[in-house]
């Protein structure tokens, strides 16, 4: 990449970002290509987001041709794609109405603010919520408060009140934090920003199940897990529970900013018009690219074969002689203490291969769900001499 671009781009450019010297500009499918025609594979997908690939006929036809029809109207009207997208949301989640937003932090936001206007409507004192050590929530004030981790809050205080901390796979821990005013319990079922952790099960459903005993609000972020990344709708779905409410994002619009927060009817039944709302939130742009993204990821054993694509990129991994751990394509490989994880990253990318960096010193796998095993295995190739 041209040395100018980079320091125009450190000139101009807030720092808050550890930016690589690389600039995209096209991308086929898992493939990307940066200015020179420098072909990478891409086990990143813009974190999590990009479900479908690069240039996707499908969906880059439904953008085409909602930009020449309408890209954008208030939340004031009716839209029909938005309705459509809702209807499949609801159809495969334990929820029964769905708020539309732009991003992960906006639809967890939103569902502290519901969780909390529930039990006022109810007229219980009740706004705390409980989340776990090492989660991930977002970057606004109370998602930051709600991310038990200082690394994420120093220098942002006072943040807002009402958010206590448990100690994650630890039900002493839970249950400790628990009171009167707890309203709602908020957990990711696959750690990712924290390390791609994934929850244990029986520690999962006996923690539902105290939250139902004890009408505690459960609620799932299924920001980076759900839209099929780990071969089932949403993450939950694995473990045989039925949250209240479910937030979702990233690979939902397949590149297109759209989160939403997915709520059973009576908690939903709090967001009156005025309490909550969004400008973009939903717009056609947004909700005709994730109705092709639903489509796609629901058609017939499309999640079976991420699962599967899943197990084999996990095999392969183990062959290197790491230890992945997570499920379907959102895969987690610690690294010991003597190999960086951001060294290996950065060598990859030279060699062609992008791959991310999560929690303490982990090599995140968060490929495109439509990638193909002889593409696995390309990047595995690439990665291998990277650790050699
Ligand atoms: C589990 C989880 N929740 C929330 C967020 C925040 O999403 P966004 O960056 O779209 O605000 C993320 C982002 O990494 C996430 O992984």
Same mark, same amino acid.
Do not use: W
């Given at each position: 990449?041209?040395?100018?671009?980079?320091?125009?781009?450190?000139?101009?450019?807030?720092?808050?970002?550890?930016?690589?010297?690389?600039?995209?500009?096209?991308?086929?499918?898992?493939?990307?290509?940066?200015?020179?025609?420098? $072909?990478?594979?891409?086990?990143?997908?813009?974190?999590?987001?990009?479900?479908?690939?690069?240039?996707?006929?499908?969906?880059?036809?439904?953008?085409?041709?909602?930009?020449?029809?309408?890209?954008?109207?208030?939340?004031?009207?009716?839209?029909?794609?938005?309705?459509?997208?809702?209807?499949?949301?609801?159809?495969?989640?334990?929820?029964?109405?769905?708020?539309?937003?732009?991003?992960?932090?906006?639809?967890?936001?939103?569902?502290?603010?519901?969780?909390?206007?529930?039990?006022?409507?109810?007229?219980?004192?009740?706004?705390?919520?409980?989340?776990?050590?090492?989660?991930?929530?977002?970057?606004?004030?109370?998602?930051?408060?709600?991310?038990?981790?200082?690394?994420?809050?120093?220098?942002?205080?006072?943040?807002?009140?009402?958010?206590?901390?448990?100690?994650?796979?630890?039900?002493?821990?839970?249950?400790?934090?628990?009171?009167?005013?707890?309203?709602?319990?908020?957990?990711?079922?696959?750690?990712?920003?924290?390390?791609?952790?994934?929850?244990?099960?029986?520690?999962?459903?006996?923690?539902?199940?105290?939250?139902?005993?004890?009408?505690?609000?459960?609620?799932?972020?299924?920001?980076?897990?759900?839209?099929?990344?780990?071969?089932?709708?949403?993450?939950?779905?694995?473990?045989?529970?039925?949250?209240?409410?479910?937030?979702?994002?990233?690979?939902?619009?397949?590149?297109?900013?759209?989160?939403?927060?997915?709520?059973?009817?009576?908690?939903?039944?709090?967001?009156?018009?005025?309490?909550?709302?969004?400008?973009?939130?939903?717009?056609?742009?947004?909700?005709?690219?994730?109705?092709?993204?639903?489509?796609?990821?629901?058609?017939?054993?499309?999640?079976?074969?991420?699962?599967?694509?899943?197990?084999?990129?996990?095999?392969?991994?183990?062959?290197?002689?790491?230890?992945?751990?997570?499920?379907?394509?959102?895969?987690?490989?610690?690294?010991?203490?003597?190999?960086?994880?951001?060294?290996?990253?950065?060598?990859?990318?030279?060699?062609?291969?992008?791959?991310?960096?999560?929690?303490?010193?982990?090599?995140?796998?968060?490929?495109?769900?439509?990638? $193909?095993?002889?593409?696995?295995?390309?990047?595995?190739?690439?990665?291998?001499?990277?650790?050699?």
């Amino acid at each position: 990449m041209e040395k100018g671009f980079v320091e125009e781009g450190n000139t101009y450019l807030i720092g808050n970002y550890a930016r690589y010297p690389v600039s995209f500009v096209k991308g086929e499918g898992v493939y990307l290509y940066d200015e020179a025609g420098k $072909k990478y594979i891409d086990m990143l997908a813009g974190i999590a987001v990009n479900t479908l690939g690069y240039n996707h006929p499908k969906l880059t036809k439904a953008i085409c041709e909602q930009a020449q029809k309408i890209i954008h109207v208030s939340n004031l009207f009716y839209i029909q794609p938005q309705i459509e997208v809702a209807k499949i949301l609801v159809e495969n989640s334990s929820g029964d109405k769905v708020f539309f937003c732009n991003s992960g932090a906006e639809a967890n936001e939103a569902a502290i603010k519901l969780a909390r206007r529930y039990f006022y409507d109810k007229g219980e004192n009740r706004y705390e919520i409980i989340t776990f050590e090492g989660g991930f929530h977002g970057r606004t004030l109370a998602t930051v408060k709600a991310t038990a981790q200082p690394k994420y809050q120093e220098g942002f205080e006072p943040l807002p009140e009402g958010f206590k901390y448990a100690k994650i796979n630890d039900i002493e821990s839970i249950k400790s934090q628990i009171t009167e005013k707890t309203a709602a319990i908020m957990i990711e079922v696959i750690q990712g920003e924290g390390g791609v952790k994934p929850v244990k099960k029986d520690f999962l459903q006996e923690l539902f199940s105290i939250a139902k005993e004890k009408e505690i609000l459960f609620l799932v972020d299924e920001v980076q897990t759900g839209i099929g990344r780990t071969g089932k709708f949403f993450a939950y779905q694995h473990f045989g529970i039925e949250p209240d409410i479910i937030t979702s994002a990233k690979g939902l619009g397949g590149g297109v900013p759209v989160g939403a927060v997915i709520a059973k009817e009576e908690i939903a039944k709090s967001f009156i018009p005025g309490t909550h709302g969004s400008t973009f939130g939903g717009n056609y742009l947004a909700t005709v690219s994730a109705k092709v993204v639903l489509e796609e990821i629901l058609k017939e054993g499309f999640l079976e074969e991420v699962l599967e694509k899943g197990e084999y990129l996990k095999e392969k991994l183990k062959s290197l002689g790491l230890k992945p751990r997570g499920k379907g394509l959102m895969i987690g490989c610690p690294l010991p203490e003597e190999i960086k994880a951001s060294d290996i990253a950065n060598k990859s990318l030279e060699k062609g291969l992008v791959i991310g960096t999560a929690g303490e010193n982990t090599l995140r796998f968060v490929p495109p769900l439509i990638i $193909k095993k002889v593409e696995i295995d390309e990047a595995i190739n690439i990665l291998a001499s990277v650790l050699d």
